[in-house]
């Protein structure tokens, strides 16, 4: 889960910099070209001289994070969030870098803090469950997947989460809902299209298995559409190329 540029225009526009500006700002142009390893020197060395400042070790943690240092970014995001608590994106990025490191049970107890902190923040449900799926509390997570829709805006990644439990929970209906709200949001996500190809895929067995063979038809024809679509939008994943063979081969 890669973390969001879009944090570099706040940092940006923030008017607190004083004494370290020019070098702040010298940092940040390093990071916006790709130079993250100068980005982290600069901003290690305001950090060691006692200029440093939330801007200073958030950024330092995006550096960090860019060079796949994660011990060293969960550090300085950390640090960030001690001058600034009650930044909300920043809680969610440094959920974001726990869970994208599978720190388990740390990663939960995080998740729960920043859900009671910031009960509305639709991301930080997602990442809280996330973790709980990992952990295998699928049907927790999915408390936690409700309580997202309700509060925030729904996004494809929730809907593909809530997807994959309940087709690992068997609920193949509930699971081709979410997963048919997902591809009307994100149409041209390859990974969509396969997974409810699949879900439609276990429906088909599924009613064929109980000898509905008009509904198992149905759905039959629908998983070889949307791993037909899955194909167009993705001409090289042998995972999607595989899926799809093995439906075509399927016979009403």
């Given at each position: ?31 916006k070209i790709g130079n993250y390893q100068r980005s982290s020197e600069i901003l290690n060395k305001l950090n060691e001289e006692g200029k440093g400042s939330f801007e200073t070790f958030a950024l330092l943690g995006y550096s960090l994070d860019k060079m796949n240092e994660m011990e060293a970014s969960i ?178």
């Amino acid at each position: 889960m890669n973390l969001l540029f879009s944090i570099l225009f706040f940092l940006v526009l923030n008017l607190t910099i004083v004494a370290q500006s020019n070098s702040y700002f010298q940092a940040v142009e390093e990071y916006k070209i790709g130079n993250y390893q100068r980005s982290s020197e600069i901003l290690n060395k305001l950090n060691e001289e006692g200029k440093g400042s939330f801007e200073t070790f958030a950024l330092l943690g995006y550096s960090l994070d860019k060079m796949n240092e994660m011990e060293a970014s969960i550090s300085a995001i950390s640090e960030a969030r001690k001058r600034n608590p009650v930044n909300e994106k920043l809680a969610e990025d440094l959920l974001a870098l726990y869970t994208k490191n599978k720190k388990g049970k740390l990663s939960i107890e995080l998740a729960e803090k920043f859900v009671s902190m910031f009960p509305n923040n639709g991301a930080i449900r997602y990442l809280y469950a996330v973790n709980l799926q990992q952990k295998g509390a699928g049907k927790l997570a999915l408390t936690q997947i409700e309580k997202a829709k309700a509060f925030a805006s729904v996004d494809a990644r929730t809907l593909e989460l809530e997807g994959k439990i309940y087709y690992q929970l068997r609920y193949f209906d509930k699971a081709e809902m979410s997963l048919k709200w997902a591809t009307s949001i994100e149409p041209n996500t390859a990974s969509l299209w396969n997974n409810l190809g699949l879900v439609q895929e276990s429906l088909y067995k599924q009613f064929a298995k109980l000898g509905k063979k008009t509904e198992a038809d149905s759905y039959l024809n629908e998983a070889k559409q949307s791993l037909e679509k899955a194909m167009e939008l993705d001409t090289n994943s042998e995972l999607i190329k595989e899926n799809s063979k093995r439906i075509r081969s399927l016979n009403p």
